[in-house]
T-cell receptor
């Protein structure tokens, strides 16, 4: 396993701009999760995919946030019209079939909104 | 609803000291419980887990027992090392693992 990868690792943007993050899960992992983590806090669940289907979304995920996993492999998380409150670490995790309780996390994308 | 509360840090210990990090939870149904660890500059890693009441999860000398009667999952280690310095997160997930709920993390500093 090469591990979960995320791109970019760091993103600085101006308020009002759109940003998109990518997550590549471990090969053959069918579940993929997105989290947001702010300084001094634990990860907060945003959304979850099983294959290409988005099965769960947190109320934290406002209409400015959208996530996709079109072919059931990599996923993208887009934030439109960014706000300073969106500044956080965005984490991706994946799990393999029949081991849904063992998440493997990526290194995260740190977003700074100026 | 579902939530996790863990003791605030930082916790500072000398090498070979006994460690306890408290974690309590609120959940609907019968969740699975987890401890994750984040070493400096690294991503979160699963440390141990327990899927039902009275289960004990263990790994790398760390242990935690799923206590339904006290809704707790305290992390313990008999003798900490400097290399255990990290942030520890308690977490729970409902039976279908459609989402995970994390505590706010406890930073552990171990001094030589």
């Amino acid at each position: 396993d090469t591990g979960v990868s995320q791109d970019p690792r760091h993103k600085i943007t101006k308020r009002g701009q759109n940003v998109t993050f990518r997550c590549d899960p471990i090969s053959e992992h069918n579940r993929l999760y997105w989290y947001r983590q702010t300084l001094g806090q634990g990860p907060e669940f945003l959304t979850y995919f099983q294959n290409e289907a988005q099965l769960e979304k947190s109320r934290l995920l406002s209409d400015r946030f959208s996530a996709e996993r079109p072919k059931g492999s990599f996923s993208t998380l887009e934030i439109q019209r960014t706000e300073q409150g969106d500044s956080a670490m965005y984490l991706c995790a994946s799990t393999k079939p029949d081991h849904a309780n063992e998440q493997f996390f990526g290194p995260g994308t740190r977003l700074t909104v100026l | 609803g579902n939530s996790v509360t863990q003791m605030e840090g930082p916790v500072t210990l000398s090498e070979e000291a006994f460690l306890t990090i408290n974690c309590t939870y609120t959940a609907t149904g019968y969740p699975s419980l987890f401890w994750y660890v984040q070493y400096p500059g690294e991503g979160l890693q699963l440390l141990l887990k327990a899927t039902k009441a009275d289960d004990k999860g263990s790994n790398k000398g760390f242990e935690a027992t799923y206590r339904k009667e006290t809704t707790s999952f305290h992390l313990e280690k008999g003798s900490v090392q400097v290399s255990d310095s990290a942030v520890y997160f308690c977490a729970l997930s409902p039976y279908n693992f459609n989402k995970f709920y994390f505590g706010s993390g406890t930073k552990l500093n171990v001094k030589p």
